[in-house]
């Protein structure tokens, strides 16, 4: 079955910490997204790649890196410069950035930093 | 920038139609997409608007109005599963910016 999984679904870490939270896909799709969602609010985006090798700071990029060294992978990393951790964590994937193709999410990382 | 607006929640009764709303300000557009998520999981694609006028997919159609940067969301005949955030994401440039979401709750 085709699709994104992202590991673990929860995750507890200390202030202080470097977390890397895994997404993989094998929908053999270019594009892939990373978000984070407040309670009560909208994704907000923190780093999308377009292609392997490439990728592009989102609106909330402080504090987070990625890299994209496989298609199917796209890892995100939360620094201990991120000031509020403390989030949902979704990642997505798309055939492209352009045109009528929608985003597949995967289910999500709860991070919860203490 | 970019700046897009939905009611924060809505209430149906089971069986009506409901409209949920969308306005933008962006500073491009490239096509304006609607997610379902439900409480805890991941956001699902609903429809894609990128030309003016209405698109229909079974319970559920979209409108869009580029000149006025307006989208809404039609639910018919509501379920209770239809309880859920309904997501209104603008795409420009490659990058999709969310609205906070329209928590609509469906009551028997």
């Known amino acids: 079955d085709g699709g994104i999984t992202q590991s673990p679904k929860y995750l507890f870490r200390k202030e202080g910490q470097n977390v890397t939270l895994s997404c993989e896909q094998n929908?053999?799709?270019?594009?892939m997204y990373w978000y984070r969602q407040d309670p009560g609010q909208g994704l907000r985006l923190i780093y999308y790649s377009q292609i392997v090798n490439d990728f592009q700071k989102g609106d909330i990029a402080e504090g987070y890196s990625v890299s994209r060294e496989k298609k199917e992978s796209f890892p995100l990393t939360v620094t201990s410069a991120q000031k509020n951790p403390t989030a949902f964590y979704l990642c997505?994937?798309?055939?492209?950035?352009?045109?009528?193709?929608?985003?597949?999410f995967g289910p999500g990382t709860r991070l919860t930093v203490t | 920038g970019q700046n897009i607006d939905q009611p924060t929640e809505m209430t149906a009764t089971e069986g009506a139609i409901v409209q949920i709303n969308c306005t933008y300000q962006t500073s491009g557009f490239n096509g304006l997409f609607w997610y379902q998520q439900h409480a805890g999981e991941a956001p699902t694609f609903l429809s894609y608007?990128?030309?003016?006028g209405l698109e229909e997919k079974g319970r559920f159609s979209s409108f869009l109005s580029r000149s006025k940067g307006y989208s809404y969301l039609l639910l018919k005949e509501l379920q209770m599963k239809d309880s859920a955030s309904y997501l209104c994401a603008v795409r420009n440039a490659g990058k999709s910016t969310f609205g906070d979401g329209t928590t609509l709750t469906v009551k028997p």
């Open positions: 929908l053999n799709h270019d594009a």
């Open positions: 997505a994937s798309s055939m492209a950035t352009s045109g009528s193709y929608e985003q597949y």
């Open positions: 608007n990128v030309l003016d």
